[in-house]
């Protein structure tokens, strides 16, 4: 009894770490979705605003030609107007820039958050599966237990052959080739339905799936990550440098 609550002990505490590993990923994803979706966002604003000062220019310059350099003070407002928006431009690359590092940044995050995830997944399916196969291995049918041990005495003197003669099996090693095969190829066709079964329901039955992780990042050792993320405080720096 005592062995059986340790386990359920073990491996709700299992679950209880998979949900906070699941949470804080989910939470760095929504940070990273976040900075993709300003990233797009000013991407698209940029092009707009330099396709506007493209067109401003060239009407501005027409304008100017047309009247023989006399500036109207229209003109001198579309001036003022052309000079806002290549600054306007000039802000936009730069917080492009800022949120490209961002972008990477998060992404290494969510690369780290997500083997958490994967690994925390990991050791609360293994101690959930212990956990099933502990319980079956309690219950066992009485009748597949008698039947083993006549199996086995059976195999003793069924023609295995003499001990000292080559291709001789012991009567025990025969007896679990025999059983691990039947049981094994009966839960090559067994169908594992989750519902009803909160373990399964909430931790699923496969791998979570990292949708919107760069694999190539998250392949990274510990070496790796570390270098990555130098760099991008390397350039976050120069960045910074380069502005003042």
């Keep these: 009894m005592t062995t059986t609550t340790s386990n359920a002990s073990s491996l709700d505490g299992y679950l209880g770490h998979f949900e906070e590993m699941k949470s804080v990923h989910t939470h760095e994803m929504l940070k990273l979705n976040d900075i993709g979706q300003a990233l797009a966002r000013c991407k698209k604003d940029l092009e707009a605003t330099q396709e506007k000062s493209k067109e401003d220019e060239t009407s501005w ?10 500036i109207t003070n229209d003109m001198k407002q579309e001036h003022t107007q052309r000079i806002v928006q290549r600054e306007l431009a000039e802000e936009y690359r730069a917080l492009i820039d800022e949120l490209e590092l961002d972008q990477q940044s998060a992404m290494l995050n969510c690369c780290t ?85 909160p373990v399964l329901e909430k931790i699923g039955l496969h791998r979570p799936a990292l949708t919107g ?32």
Aim: net charge positive; charged share 25%; hydrophobic share 40%.
């Design 113 to 197: 958050s997500g083997k958490n995830y994967i690994n925390a997944y990991n050791t609360a399916f293994v101690a959930y599966a212990d956990s099933q196969w502990n319980a079956a291995m309690r219950s066992l049918s009485p009748t597949l237990v008698r039947a083993i041990k006549l199996k086995r005495m059976a195999l003793s003197i069924s023609g295995l052959g003499n001990e000292n003669q080559p291709g001789y099996i012991e009567p025990e090693t025969a007896i679990k080739q025999l059983l691990g095969g039947k049981l094994t190829h009966a839960a090559e066709s067994a169908v594992i339905d989750i519902k009803g079964e």
């Design 213 to 244: 992780v760069d694999m190539n990042v998250f392949g990274l050792g510990l070496a790796g990550k570390m270098k990555l993320g130098a760099e991008l405080r390397a350039k976050r720096e120069a960045l910074g440098k380069g502005r003042k």
């Design 61 to 70: 310059r027409s304008r100017f030609r047309s009247l023989r350099g006399e």
